[in-house]
T-cell receptor, first 117, second 110 residues
Framework: DGGITQSPKYLFRKEGQNVTLSCEQNLNHDAMYWYRQDPGQGLRLIYYSQIVNDFQKGDIAEGYSVSREKKESFPLTVTSAQKNPTAFYLC????????????????FGDGTRLSIL | GIQVEQSPPDLILQEGANSTLRCNFSDSVNNLQWFHQNPWGQLINLFYIPSGTKQNGRLSATTVATERYSLLYISSSQTTDSGVYFCAVAPYNQGGKLIFGQGTELSVKP
């Protein structure tokens, strides 16, 4: 089945440690996104990528890094510079039809819950 | 930046009741989506509705883009409808990013 796979479902980070969250999609979508959700809140955009080898910062990019070496994959690294990483992280993807790509619906994975030890 | 406000923030219904959720946004948008987040955190697409009206079973949605609001109707509610409903909009010329409202938390009692 086509979809978006995030792994792991649960992740624990020690102080000073970098961790990487995986996001893979087989929907043949060009655009991919990372969002963060804090308890009782809506989602906020961390990074997004319209095409391979290109990505842009979202609203809360500090302390995070991404790469987009393959169309199917958009991993997110939570670095030690992110002082409050405990949150629910959701990856999404959409088609990107040139200049109209912003009006395509986004589809979400099941998320990764990150906690600090 | 664009503001997205959802109302009510919380809603408790008896099974079988109908409800209307509202989403107001402060500027023109390229895209509007309604999502249901279940208790396990999964975010389920309900509607992609930048304008007009759509129906899917017991759910329907209407967006009036010129007046900058959208409504989600839930009829004959069931306990499985419980969860948080989010409205999200994509402003023009901002790379497709979605701006989410704070959500409406719905609890349907048997």
């Amino acid at each position: 089945d086509g979809g978006i796979t995030q792994s792991p479902k649960y992740l624990f980070r020690k102080e000073g440690q970098n961790v990487t969250l995986s996001c893979e999609q087989n929907l043949n979508h060009d655009a991919m996104y990372w969002y963060r959700q804090d308890p009782g809140q809506g989602l906020r955009l961390i990074y997004y990528s319209q095409i391979v080898n290109d990505f842009q910062k979202g609203d809360i990019a500090e302390g995070y890094s991404v790469s987009r070496e393959k169309k199917e994959s958009f991993p997110l690294t939570v670095t030690s510079a992110q002082k409050n990483p405990t949150a629910f992280y959701l990856c999404a993807s959409s088609t990107a039809a040139g200049r109209m790509w912003g009006n395509q619906p986004q589809h979400f994975g099941d998320g990764t819950r990150l906690s600090i030890l | 930046g664009i503001q997205v406000e959802q109302s009510p923030p919380d809603l408790i219904l008896q099974e079988g009741a109908n409800s209307t959720l509202r989403c107001n946004f402060s500027d023109s948008v390229n895209n509007l989506q309604w999502f249901h987040q279940n208790p396990w955190g999964q975010l389920i697409n309900l509607f992609y509705i930048p304008s007009g009206t759509k129906q899917n079973g017991r759910l329907s949605a209407t967006t009036v883009a010129t007046e900058r609001y959208s409504l989600l109707y839930i009829s004959s509610s069931q306990t499985t409808d419980s969860g948080v409903y989010f409205c999200a909009v994509a402003p023009y010329n901002q790379g497709g990013k979605l701006i989410f409202g704070q959500g409406t938390e719905l609890s349907v009692k048997p």
